[in-house]
């Protein structure tokens, strides 16, 4: 089994190593990560400037781009091969809720996801790296069981991908009930701006702190992460909102008859 892992934080953080050093013993592993913090990036790629792929002393390739940009170019010739598994990740702090649409973390998965191979997000639920250990132990103990219902290289069909995202809690091993299956809940609107004024004069905006938790009920993925189980929550693409489309089928027909 082959298995390529990126992250947003870039290729020196260390939740990208710890996810590594706990996936090498159940696959070939190859990294290939942004070079720099990419935090908040999504599904981003750069198509208007160059992108360039270095190797780090430990092994690991990092790009000069977007996490979505290290995925897409590693499956489109830099690997040579087509990974079983891509694996993004481990992230410094939660992705849960909205936060899945702005996720740098979510979107170099997603990449590997819109390519036809499995992927999963892996995502501590507090920054600051409090208990990576077990974030990885339990990062490496999902895959593991994961790898196990993939065919193999070799087989006739590819299987059906499928788009996982996770989070872990922050917690010793002993205090992590397991994983629990939920559905993504909510977050109330972010923080104000805030605006400051830089040495010449001018103002410039930082954009303000995610929003507390809006839907945090039970079956959420924040329900579940406060109980200490790790949440898995299964994405998809497709953002039509299929019960509206009769709702607005009147308004496409009116438009197109010339009607008022």
């Known amino acids: 089994m082959k298995i390529l892992i990126s992250n947003d934080d870039g290729y020196q953080a260390p939740g990208i190593v710890a996810l590594y050093e706990a996936l090498k013993g159940l696959a070939d592993v190859e990294v290939v990560a942004p070079e720099h913090n990419n935090s908040a990036k999504s599904n981003a790629l750069t198509l208007h400037s160059p992108l360039y792929v270095h190797r780090a002393p430990n092994g690991f390739r990092y790009v000069n781009g ?152 039970e079956g959420t993925d924040f329900h579940a992460t406060a109980q200490g189980f790790a949440s898995i929550t299964p994405l998809q693409v497709d953002l039509t909102d299929h019960e509206r489309l009769a709702y607005w089928a009147p308004t496409a027909a009116a438009m197109g008859s010339g009607a008022p």
């Open 66 to 217: 977007t996490p979505a940009d290290c995925v897409h170019i590693a499956l489109t010739g830099l690997l040579g091969y087509r990974p079983d598994l891509v694996v993004s990740g481990i992230n410094n702090g939660a992705n849960m809720g909205d936060d899945t649409i702005y996720s740098g973390t979510v979107g170099a998965a997603m990449e590997g996801y819109l390519f036809g191979i499995p992927a999963i997000a892996f995502s501590q639920t507090e920054r600051g790296w409090a208990h990576l250990d077990v974030a990885a132990q339990k990062a490496a103990e999902l895959v593991r069981h994961l790898l196990a219902t993939l065919p193999d290289a070799h087989a006739a069909r590819q299987p059906v991908p499928w788009l996982l995202n996770v989070n872990i809690p922050c917690r010793p091993a002993g205090d992590i009930k397991g994983f629990k299956v939920a559905r993504l809940g909510r977050r109330h609107a972010a923080e104000q701006v805030i605006a400051q004024t830089n040495p010449r004069g001018e103002t410039m905006y930082w954009i303000g702190s995610a929003g507390p938790a809006k839907d945090d009920a």
